[in-house]
């Protein structure tokens, strides 16, 4: 099954689908239906079958398969509050230089901890650009904010799109002159590099669209080095070939990468092939998703004692809480005291920023140190 469509066409999306494959408890069977009711499940085949089933705690089935604790009422759907940084329809404007255009609710497969998980369970389409008007409109914004230098595609995954909807995006930025780059947000790389590797138009696409001064950029998000497949180094590769500069960002997630051998392991191997470790990104408490969480002083130590063992090309990333209020780097603990500095910020005035709290092992995100 070579064609990424045939992928998404035969993606596990039903229970009906799941006992085809695996025998599971009746209980965790009922359980896991219950779960799928609030927010699907989608799975490509190439994905599932990097799951190991005779390990009840697989990192790779932890991040996709469903479990009881989704039914949790605790937490948020917005649990950054993007509701008040939506400018226009699908477009996120929240510092400065940078816009964020949603213009897709679909990916390739779902992540349990997804932070934008209300585009499925609300149904909101109304938040994304889907119609040549609304990217008119989003466009018209950015032409009128010189300050956007540049534009993140986000959802969902662009990389759903057709290739003739997204080639119409990036030509409308690229008429820009103040846009001088583009950053695509996208697990496809972890969840279909098929996508990539067999499809030579959408290649073509991007490879047009780059242009010596003015790039874009694939941030991309594995959280485990099993993710890190022949198939998606190869789609990693092939990208590199045609210019796209390649950052990734990897969520902390409780029971799948919650340890120093795991991120040292990640973040080494992405440095070999190419890919430089961005953010690790501490878990939202995005409602049905918190049980990834880890504690921030947990969070901070892993990353620490990660570093330990890792070349300074794997070791640029920063531990971030994308809150409200900005990216909140997690900075040192010392004597009691947690410290952070504001690596961006809705504040533009707070940008820079360096302070203190009181240190709280069971602080899970920024508003529980308050």
């Known amino acids: 099954m070579d064609g990424w469509k045939d992928q998404l066409r035969n993606s596990i999306r039903t229970m009906d689908d799941l006992k085809k494959r695996v025998n599971l408890p009746q209980e965790e069977e009922k359980r896991l239906a219950e779960a799928i009711e609030i927010f699907p499940m989608q799975i490509t085949p190439y994905y599932f079958n990097l799951i190991n089933w005779d390990d009840p705690d697989d990192p790779i089935r932890k991040e996709v398969i469903p479990v009881a604790d989704e039914l949790s009422v605790a937490g948020s759907l917005d649990p950054s509050l993007e509701s008040t940084i939506t400018r226009l329809r ?23 901890f997804c932070f934008r998980r209300r585009l499925k369970v609300e149904g909101k389409t109304d938040q994304i650009i889907e119609s040549p008007e609304h990217l008119k409109n989003a466009l018209e914004y950015v032409k009128e904010h010189k ?28 008429d820009i002159e103040h846009v001088r780059m583009i950053r695509i947000g996208t697990r496809t790389p972890v969840y279909l590099p098929q996508r990539i590797i067999a499809d030579e138009e959408f290649r073509s696409i991007i490879s047009n669209h780059n242009r010596e001064d003015r790039r874009i950029y694939f941030v991309v998000h594995f959280n485990h080095v099993r993710e890190l497949t022949e198939e998606a180094i190869t789609g990693l590769r092939m990208l590199g070939e045609i210019g796209v500069i390649l950052r990734n960002q990897t969520v902390l997630l409780r029971g799948v990468n919650d340890n120093p051998e795991t991120i040292r392991e990640l973040f ?32 901070y130590r892993i990353f620490e004692d990660a570093k330990k063992g890792m070349s300074g090309l794997a070791k640029t990333a920063r531990y971030i809480m994308s809150h409200t209020t900005g990216k909140i780097a997690t900075v040192g603990i010392e004597d009691g005291r947690f410290y952070f500095k504001y690596h961006q910020a809705k504040n533009p005035e707070d940008v820079g920023r360096f302070f203190s709290l009181p240190l709280k092992e069971d602080a899970y995100w920024f508003d529980d140190l308050m």
């Open 90 to 112: 699908g477009v996120q404007h929240k510092y400065g230089p940078t816009a964020l255009f949603l213009v897709s609710d679909m990916c390739s497969s779902y992540c349990r």
């Open 147 to 174: 300050e956007i230098d540049n534009v993140l595609l986000s959802g969902g995954d662009p990389l759903m799109l057709s290739n003739g909807w997204l080639d119409t995006i990036l030509n409308g930025l690229r």
């Open 268 to 299: 080494n191997k992405l440095s070999y092939v190419g890919v430089t470790p961005y953010y690790l990104f501490q878990c939202r408490p995005i409602k049905g998703g918190k049980y990834f969480q880890v504690p921030l002083a947990e969070g």
